[in-house]
């Protein structure tokens, strides 16, 4: 019979705190708020006040890695660390294979109104569709490569924004 710390269930573990490196608040309250429920700890990179360099155009894997690995020097090796990015791909204004306005997404927000995307995709034929991808790289302590997880959500635009 086993006794002692050995007999300690899952949901007894103490984790150590996951660094999220993230300018964004709401995306922090997210992943604090779904991670937690599961029994981890969630804490904002605080030094991400400084933010991490992000080599545009590089593909996903790479651009990733650059900013983890910057991110985990400044926090340390011995620290659970992920970084997170957004990148929207609108179908009517990407051209040659490189989604528009992708890796550049939260720049490109902020100088866009959505009456200046509409007029500029009914310029180029009127198609509506979008997707929104979200990579997440996770840097685990003793491991030589981080952990690459994605998603997609296909949709539309909507030909007025929402006023609510």
Do not use: C
């Amino acid at each position: 019979m086993i006794r002692g710390p050995e007999l300690r269930r899952y949901d007894q573990i103490a984790l150590a705190p996951i660094l999220f490196a993230t300018s964004n608040i709401a995306k922090f309250l997210q992943a604090r708020l779904m991670l937690g429920s599961m029994g981890f700890r969630v804490e904002r990179f605080e030094a991400h006040a400084r933010a991490y360099h992000e080599p545009y155009g590089l593909p996903t894997k790479e651009f990733l890695g650059s900013g983890l690995r910057e991110v985990v020097s400044r926090a340390g090796a011995r620290r659970l660390v992920f970084i997170e990015d957004t990148t929207v791909r609108i179908d009517a204004l990407s051209l040659n294979g490189d989604d528009f306005p992708g890796q550049a997404t939260k720049e490109w927000f902020t100088a866009s109104s959505h009456a200046e995307l509409i007029d500029a995709i009914n310029e180029v034929g009127g198609d509506l569709r979008v997707s929104v991808r979200s990579d997440i790289a996770l840097y685990v302590p003793g491991h030589s490569e981080f952990l690459l997880f994605s998603g997609v959500t296909p949709g539309k635009l909507a030909l007025m924004p929402d006023k609510g």
